[in-house]
């Protein structure tokens, strides 16, 4: 057995319950990723009709948000809700799992052992890394459900008339239009995808994927652990005549609020720090929807990332490149502290 099997074991048998820890972050790291990904996903709706709005259908996320209550209701706030808590789900479960062990290789066997933050940023990219193979295809179902209501009508395939009309605001003022009777769900987005693309085709846009959980992923447990130093540290303080004390802490030491408290700055630098990546992405795997190719018309060559980043900032400007991030960050300090909240919780009853 090598020595990161040897940590990972000994980092095991800290818990009463004897629960392996790779079962014990995929699981912890699930839940929390669900719970959270219930209270933001109407945010990350609005964020990445945002990003993709070269069309000016919005002002701002306020509108956004008002406009699609209005048109499509409590339903179209959650449009493509099941990819993303699949995502959440995946992402999360794989982040931990994969950062705990680094963590643990970093640990060699020292049950006291925790890591620098430096040593989180490392141990954070490489999780994140791995996780964006994981959720490069979720997340490409999850942007094609989001922007549905604003292709209705615009995409070749016949539409059915309904007896209940909506509107969407185009070129400023709401028109009428007919729904369609049944929007593609996620299996037939899937389904599409790989008959029209091939298998590698669910990976479109996996370059932003790639920088945004590495350099979020780094960022984000960095962050996370930087802040909790601060609240052990300055707890410890307080409890002791020593002017000193160590910033060594246990994620177990953490009081709920501070887990909360670490996990809201780790989720707003998680989205400020590469969020152009993000908007790129986004706006490739939504590229098919809102700017489909005439009807005989021969199809555009496959966009690249570098392209894509090149075209939103000529025809956008840096504005473009960071639509939708002020209402990502927003959400992200609550949905952060509720994953960490929750991890911590449960690694403190189960762990």
């Not at 099997?5 to 048998?13: D, F, I, K, L």
């Not at 989205?271 to 990546?277: C, D, G, Q």
């Amino acid at each position: 057995m090598d020595s990161a099997s040897v940590a990972t074991a000994t980092v095991g048998q800290r818990n009463g319950w004897n629960v392996p820890p790779g079962v014990k972050d995929v699981t912890f790291g699930s839940i929390a990723g669900m719970v959270s990904k219930l209270f933001e996903h109407p945010f990350d709706l609005c964020k990445v009709r945002l990003q993709t709005d070269d069309a000016g259908r919005f002002k701002g996320p306020i509108d956004c948000l008002h406009q699609t209550w209005k048109n499509e209701g409590i339903r179209g706030l959650y449009r493509g809700l099941p990819a993303p808590v699949v995502g959440a789900m995946a992402e999360n479960a794989s982040l931990f799992l994969v950062y705990n062990y680094i963590c643990a290789w970093y640990a060699r066997g020292d049950k006291s052992f925790s890591p620098t933050v430096t040593q989180s940023a490392l141990a954070g990219g490489g999780a994140g890394a791995v996780a964006s193979f994981v959720l490069t295809p979720i997340e490409l179902v999850k942007c094609k459900m989001q922007v549905q209501m604003l292709t209705v009508g615009a995409q070749p395939a016949p539409i059915v008339q309904s007896t209940a009309t909506a509107t969407l605001a185009l070129g400023g003022a709401p028109a009428p239009i007919s729904v369609r009777a049944a929007l593609p769900g996620p299996f037939a987005i899937v389904a599409s995808t790989v008959r029209s693309q091939g298998l590698h085709g669910l990976w479109l846009g996996h370059t932003g994927t790639l920088i945004r959980e590495s350099g979020g992923g780094a960022a984000w447990f960095a962050t996370k652990q930087f802040v909790s130093g601060l609240f052990v540290a300055r707890r410890h303080k307080s409890s002791s005549s020593s002017s000193s004390a160590s910033t060594q802490h246990s994620n177990k030491e953490l009081l709920p609020w501070e887990s909360a408290a670490a996990g809201a700055c780790a989720g707003m630098m998680y989205n400020l720090i590469l969020f152009p990546a993000d908007s790129v992405k986004s706006f490739m795997q939504t590229d098919a929807e809102l700017r489909p190719t005439l009807p005989g018309a021969s199809p555009a060559p496959r966009a690249t990332f570098l392209g894509v980043f090149r075209s939103i900032y000529a025809t956008r400007g840096l504005k473009g490149l960071y639509a939708g991030c002020g209402i990502t960050v927003a959400r992200a300090a609550p949905s952060s502290a509720l994953i960490f909240m929750i991890y911590d919780a449960l690694d403190r009853r189960f762990g």
